[in-house]
């Protein structure tokens, strides 16, 4: 897919609202075409009867998700039984539970690091958590290869705590919200994007540095959005879409380029306090692997779509067993280079019942390329 960017949709708590998360996909697809994917943190499953009755029409087959749908582990013990095993497997057509930990990666090179539940106080840990070792075994296989220079997406459903440092402060209670861990974990990984949940409150902060101005050579910025409960009362923000060019197609010093909004990062701050890191820090020596599976994104498969986003698990060399007994499935044939396309946060607001006036308005005006 080159330099071509990736549509992808992010949705806070579904928490069993399956038919009103899908219609109103249904919705933008109809008025802007289709997107890739879905990205679901925090509680997808709910626990109320109407919930469950949702949910079978789904996983039979009566229904099908508009697009394919990607979503994290239980954060809760009630929703646990939804889930019978901790690794990724497929729950219905188009809904893809990616597991416990992990990483994968689409044919058009997009990677996505992800961890399911919330932070455990001890262990063991019951299945809707997870431990320092899921952590070190999720960073170790990433920062273990030289050219690591960090993940597109960051997928968790706890917020990484303190990462309204150097800010706005969000509508939630700073004392007790987010995970240290997470914070670390964010600050190890350098996502481009970082979606998290659970909280029922929407907060975009401002992009921060990976990097100390005038000490370390630059590197790309990262953004955290917080999103809210699905059809939340409130009305606060639950979707949000971005284009995407994965990281490995783009110019270096493209993914570099600093926007004039920029902070300084949140967690290096926090880390200043000694007593604090020693919290917060989580070994990366080499623990058991995290999973890494590899996902075919690409647009124009034909009659191979019904395989798409099934797992396929990696054979340590960063190739899936497909590409490696039939490499000619996934051959791209080389394009000239364009220019990176424009890549960044929420360009409209979805969860808006004026979407579609407010795009016909301004989508020619209001559209900002970040990177």
């Keep these: 897919m080159g330099d071509q960017p990736l549509r992808v949709l992010a949705c806070g708590d579904v928490e069993g609202r399956l038919n009103a998360l899908f219609s109103r996909v249904q919705a933008i697809q109809k008025k802007m075409g289709q997107f890739d994917m879905l990205l679901c943190v925090g509680e997808f499953f709910g626990v109320t009867p109407e919930a469950e009755a949702e949910w079978q029409l789904y996983k039979t087959g009566a229904k099908k998700a508009p697009v394919h ?41 997009l990677q996505i690091a992800y ?20 952590l070190s075994a999720l960073v170790t296989s990433l920062t273990s290869n030289s050219k690591f220079r960090g993940v597109d997406i960051l997928l968790t459903s706890q917020w990484p705590r303190g990462v309204w440092q150097y800010a706005s402060t969000p509508e939630v209670n700073t004392k007790s919200c987010g995970s240290s861990s997470i914070s670390s974990l964010a600050d190890k990984l350098k996502p481009r994007y970082h979606f998290a949940a659970l909280e029922g409150a929407h907060y975009e902060r401002l992009p921060y540095r990976n990097h100390v101005v005038l000490q370390e050579n630059a590197q790309h910025v990262s953004r955290f959005i ?92 960063g190739r899936s067993r497909d590409q490696q007994h039939g490499g000619d499935r996934h051959h791209e044939h080389k394009q000239p280079r364009r220019h990176p396309q424009p890549t960044g946060p929420c360009w409209f607001c979805l969860a808006s019942p004026q979407v579609e006036k407010h795009l016909v308005v301004s989508i020619g005006t209001h559209v900002r390329s970040h990177r």
């Design 69 to 109: 749908t990607y979503i994290l582990g239980a954060a809760s013990q009630e929703t646990v039984r939804n889930f019978s095993t901790s690794d990724g497997c497929e729950l219905a057509e188009n809904i893809t539970y990616l597991g416990r930990r992990g990483v994968f990666t689409g044919a058009s090179g």
């Design 226 to 317: 917080a999103l809210a409960t699905v059809n939340n009362p409130a009305k606060k923000k639950y979707l949000y879409a971005f284009n995407i060019v994965p990281m490995k197609n783009l110019d270096p010093a493209e993914l570099v380029k600093q926007p004039q909004d920029v902070t300084e990062n949140p967690y290096r701050h926090a880390a200043q306090d000694k007593t604090h890191a020693q919290k917060t820090a989580f070994s990366t020596a080499e623990e058991e692997p995290a999973h890494q599976f590899f996902f075919d994104l690409s647009r124009n498969q034909g009659g191979a779509s019904r395989g798409r986003g099934r797992k396929r698990l990696s054979d340590g060399d």
């Design 115 to 134: 961890v399911s539940g919330r932070e455990a106080l001890q262990e063991p840990a019951p299945a809707h958590f997870f431990t320092s070792k899921d």
